[in-house]
C-alpha cells in the first residue's frame, strides 16, 4: 500500500514537474514598439546614421533582421490597431488620420487579439507604455456623453469626463491582466498615468502646450499634478523592468506589449542624453530610446532568462524626418534611403525596421529580405505557440516563424501600405501599384497636376522610387488594381 502511495506521489509530483517544465520551454516574449523610429536610425541598418545605436546593434548581430518590413499604416493608431489584431485597420471604422487621447475604443469588442492568444496558451500578459487606440471614458452625468466633439478633434469638450472610476474598452478588456499606459502620444492630452484603466494621480489640471523649437511640441490639457513629461520614457522601462523581474518568478511565460513614446515629439532626451549625437536633438532621443532598449535586455541578462525571451524591436512608421531637418544635419538619413516621411505612401512612410532576438531558437545575425507586415505578429504567435486562431481572426496576418528558421519561401504574396490621407498601395513581387498621386501624406499630398492617375514602381531597381512606370506598363497597374480591390472588398488578405 506505502509502495502505491509513494508511487502515485511520485508520478503526481513527476506531472507538475512536466507540467512545469513544458511552461518554462514556451518563450517569453517582450514585443518593443517604437514611436516615429525609422529604418536609417539604426546605425548597423545604416552605417552613415549621425546616431549610436549598440544595443540595437546588439541586438541585430545576436538575432534576425527583416529588411523588407513594413507598418500596416504611416502613422500611429492604425499601425497598432494591426499588430494587436491581425488585422489592417482601413477594414475598422478608421479610414484616415490617427485617434487622439479622448476619442473612443477602436477595436472591436468582439475582436480577437494577440493578448487573447497569448492568454489562452498560458501566458501573463501586460501592456507598459503608449495605448493610443482609445477608450470609453467613463461620464459623470452618465445622461450625457463623457466626449462631445468640437471643430477641432483636439479641442473637445471634456467637462464630463470622470477621471476618477477606470475607463471602460481599454487594454484590460482586450486581453491584458495589467496595463500602465498614457492614452495617446506624448504629445496628446491627458498627461496622466492609467494603471488598468484608472488614473494614478488625481485631480488633473491644466496643462501648457509647447511648440518650440522643432520638434519639442506637445498640445495644452489635462494634466496630472505630478506627472513629468521629460521622464516618461524612463518611467515605463522603469516599470516594465520591474514587471519582467516580477513574472519571471512565476511559472507561467509572459507577453509584454511595450509601446514606447519615442522619438515621437515631444523630442525630450534626458540631460545625459543631450548634444551626444550629430543629429540634433531628434538624434539624442534616437540614442536615449536605445538606452531603454539595453536596460530591457540588461534586466533579462540579469535574471538568466534572455536565451529563451523572444525580443522585438520595431517601429509602428517611418520617422517623422522633414526636408528642413535633412537641410540641418544632411549627414543623416532617419529613413534610409527611403522617398517622403513618416505619413506618407512612400516607403520613409512605413519601411521599417523589425529585429527578433531569440536566442534558443533563432540562429544569430540573420537578414530575411522577404516582405512582412506588423500585422504578421498573431499568426507568428500562434505559430510558435502551436495554436489555431479562431475563425476571422488575424485576416491579415502571416507566419514568420519558418522565415525565422531559416525558410526562404516567401510568407506573403503581396501586402497593402496604407497613408494618413486614406491612399492605398500594394506590393507584389518586385511591383509596387500606387493608387493615386502624390504622397497621400505630409510630403506631397496632391501630387502633380500632369501627373498620372496612379503610380508603379520597380522595387528591385528603383527602391527610391523615383521612376513611375505607369503609364509603361498598363497590363501590371491593372492586375495590381484589381488585387488591391479585391483584397479591400473581399475582408482578409489572400493566402
Given at each position: 500500500?506505502?509502495r502505491q502511495?509513494?508511487?502515485?506521489?511520485?508520478?503526481?509530483?513527476?506531472?507538475?514537474?512536466?507540467?512545469?517544465?513544458?511552461?518554462?520551454?514556451?518563450?517569453?516574449?517582450?514585443?518593443?514598439?517604437a514611436d516615429?523610429?525609422?529604418?536609417?536610425?539604426?546605425?548597423?541598418?545604416?552605417?552613415?546614421?549621425?546616431?549610436?545605436?549598440p544595443?540595437?546593434d546588439?541586438l541585430i548581430?545576436?538575432?534576425?533582421v527583416?529588411t523588407?518590413a513594413h507598418?500596416?499604416s504611416?502613422v500611429?493608431?492604425?499601425?497598432?490597431y494591426?499588430?494587436l489584431?491581425?488585422r489592417?485597420?482601413?477594414?475598422?471604422?478608421?479610414?484616415?488620420?490617427?485617434l487622439?487621447g479622448?476619442?473612443?475604443?477602436?477595436?472591436?469588442?468582439?475582436?480577437?487579439t494577440?493578448a487573447n492568444l497569448?492568454?489562452?496558451?498560458?501566458?501573463q500578459?501586460?501592456?507598459i507604455?503608449k495605448?493610443?487606440?482609445?477608450?470609453?471614458?467613463?461620464?459623470?452625468?452618465g445622461?450625457?456623453k463623457?466626449?462631445?466633439?468640437g471643430?477641432d478633434q483636439?479641442?473637445?469638450?471634456?467637462?464630463?469626463?470622470?477621471?476618477?472610476?477606470?475607463v471602460?474598452?481599454?487594454?484590460?478588456?482586450?486581453?491584458?491582466?495589467?496595463?500602465?499606459?498614457i492614452?495617446?502620444?506624448?504629445?496628446?492630452p491627458?498627461?496622466?498615468?492609467?494603471?488598468n484603466g484608472?488614473?494614478?494621480?488625481?485631480?488633473?489640471?491644466p496643462?501648457k502646450?509647447?511648440?518650440?523649437?522643432r520638434?519639442?511640441?506637445w498640445?495644452?490639457?489635462?494634466?496630472?499634478?505630478?506627472?513629468?513629461?521629460?521622464?516618461?520614457?524612463?518611467?515605463?522601462?522603469?516599470k516594465?523592468q520591474?514587471?519582467?523581474?516580477k513574472?519571471?518568478t512565476?511559472?507561467?511565460p509572459f507577453?509584454?506589449?511595450?509601446?514606447?513614446?519615442?522619438?515621437?515629439?515631444?523630442?525630450?532626451?534626458?540631460?545625459k542624453?543631450?548634444?551626444?549625437?550629430k543629429a540634433?536633438?531628434?538624434?539624442?532621443?534616437?540614442?536615449?530610446t536605445?538606452?531603454?532598449?539595453?536596460?530591457?535586455?540588461?534586466t533579462?541578462?540579469?535574471?538568466?532568462?534572455?536565451?529563451?525571451?523572444?525580443?522585438?524591436?520595431?517601429?509602428?512608421?517611418?520617422?517623422?524626418?522633414?526636408?528642413?531637418?535633412?537641410?540641418?544635419?544632411?549627414?543623416?538619413?532617419?529613413?534610409y534611403?527611403?522617398?517622403g516621411?513618416?505619413?506618407?505612401?512612400?516607403?520613409?512612410?512605413?519601411?521599417?525596421?523589425?529585429?527578433?532576438?531569440?536566442p534558443a531558437?533563432v540562429?544569430?545575425?540573420?537578414?530575411?529580405?522577404?516582405i512582412?507586415?506588423l500585422?504578421?505578429?498573431?499568426?507568428?504567435?500562434a505559430?510558435?505557440?502551436?495554436?489555431?486562431l479562431?475563425?476571422?481572426?488575424g485576416p491579415?496576418s502571416?507566419?514568420?516563424?519558418?522565415?525565422?528558421?531559416?525558410?526562404?519561401k516567401?510568407?506573403?504574396?503581396?501586402?497593402?501600405?496604407?497613408?494618413?490621407?486614406g491612399?492605398?498601395a500594394?506590393?507584389?513581387?518586385?511591383?509596387?501599384?500606387?493608387?493615386?498621386?502624390g504622397?497621400?501624406?505630409?510630403?506631397m499630398?496632391?501630387?502633380?497636376?500632369d501627373?498620372?492617375d496612379?503610380?508603379?514602381?520597380?522595387?528591385e531597381?528603383?527602391e527610391?522610387?523615383?521612376?513611375?512606370l505607369?503609364?509603361?506598363?498598363?497590363?501590371?497597374?491593372?492586375?495590381?488594381?484589381?488585387?488591391?480591390?479585391?483584397?479591400?472588398?473581399q475582408g482578409?488578405?489572400?493566402r
Amino acid at each position: 500500500m506505502k509502495r502505491q502511495l509513494y508511487l502515485g506521489l511520485f508520478l503526481t509530483l513527476a506531472s507538475f514537474a512536466c507540467l512545469a517544465q513544458g511552461n518554462q520551454q514556451k518563450p517569453n516574449v517582450i514585443y518593443i514598439l517604437a514611436d516615429d523610429m525609422g529604418y536609417g536610425d539604426i546605425k548597423k541598418l545604416n552605417a552613415d546614421a549621425q546616431v549610436s545605436t549598440p544595443n540595437l546593434d546588439r541586438l541585430i548581430n545576436e538575432g534576425a533582421v527583416f529588411t523588407n518590413a513594413h507598418s500596416g499604416s504611416a502613422v500611429c493608431t492604425p499601425t497598432r490597431y494591426g499588430i494587436l489584431t491581425g488585422r489592417y485597420a482601413f477594414r475598422s471604422t478608421l479610414k484616415k488620420g490617427v485617434l487622439n487621447g479622448y476619442s473612443p475604443a477602436l477595436i472591436e469588442e468582439s475582436r480577437y487579439t494577440v493578448a487573447n492568444l497569448a492568454k489562452a496558451a498560458g501566458y501573463q500578459t501586460a501592456i507598459i507604455g503608449k495605448w493610443h487606440l482609445g477608450f470609453n471614458w467613463t461620464p459623470i452625468d452618465g445622461t450625457k456623453k463623457a466626449i462631445t466633439p468640437g471643430e477641432d478633434q483636439y479641442k473637445p469638450d471634456l467637462s464630463n469626463v470622470n477621471y476618477q472610476v477606470p475607463v471602460k474598452t481599454g487594454p484590460n478588456q482586450n486581453g491584458f491582466d495589467y496595463s500602465y499606459i498614457i492614452a495617446a502620444s506624448l504629445d496628446m492630452p491627458p498627461y496622466t498615468y492609467l494603471e488598468n484603466g484608472k488614473s494614478t494621480s488625481l485631480p488633473l489640471v491644466p496643462f501648457k502646450g509647447s511648440n518650440s523649437p522643432r520638434g519639442v511640441f506637445w498640445r495644452a490639457g489635462p494634466a496630472a499634478e505630478n506627472f513629468v513629461i521629460e521622464k516618461t520614457l524612463d518611467v515605463f522601462i522603469a516599470k516594465a523592468q520591474d514587471y519582467v523581474v516580477k513574472a519571471s518568478t512565476k511559472k507561467e511565460p509572459f507577453f509584454l506589449y511595450l509601446p514606447l513614446t519615442s522619438p515621437h515629439t515631444p523630442w525630450l532626451p534626458a540631460d545625459k542624453f543631450k548634444n551626444t549625437s550629430k543629429a540634433g536633438i531628434y538624434g539624442d532621443f534616437v540614442q536615449h530610446t536605445d538606452d531603454a532598449v539595453g536596460r530591457i535586455l540588461k534586466t533579462l541578462d540579469s535574471l538568466g532568462i534572455a536565451k529563451n525571451t523572444i525580443v522585438i524591436f520595431t517601429s509602428d512608421n517611418g520617422a517623422d524626418w522633414k526636408p528642413g531637418d535633412e537641410k540641418e544635419y544632411p549627414l543623416h538619413h532617419a529613413n534610409y534611403i527611403f522617398r517622403g516621411e513618416k505619413s506618407d505612401i512612400w516607403e520613409g512612410g512605413h519601411h521599417i525596421p523589425l529585429i527578433v532576438r531569440w536566442p534558443a531558437s533563432v540562429k544569430a545575425n540573420r537578414t530575411i529580405s522577404q516582405i512582412t507586415c506588423l500585422t504578421d505578429l498573431m499568426a507568428t504567435f500562434a505559430g510558435i505557440t502551436n495554436q489555431k486562431l479562431p475563425a476571422g481572426a488575424g485576416p491579415d496576418s502571416f507566419n514568420l516563424q519558418p522565415a525565422l528558421m531559416g525558410d526562404v519561401k516567401p510568407v506573403r504574396e503581396s501586402i497593402i501600405h496604407h497613408s494618413i490621407d486614406g491612399m492605398f498601395a500594394i506590393r507584389k513581387g518586385k511591383w509596387k501599384f500606387i493608387d493615386g498621386k502624390g504622397s497621400g501624406g505630409w510630403s506631397m499630398k496632391k501630387g502633380k497636376p500632369d501627373d498620372p492617375d496612379g503610380q508603379l514602381y520597380d522595387m528591385e531597381k528603383d527602391e527610391r522610387e523615383t521612376i513611375n512606370l505607369y503609364t509603361k506598363y498598363p497590363l501590371i497597374v491593372k492586375e495590381l488594381k484589381a488585387l488591391l480591390e479585391k483584397q479591400k472588398e473581399q475582408g482578409y488578405s489572400d493566402r
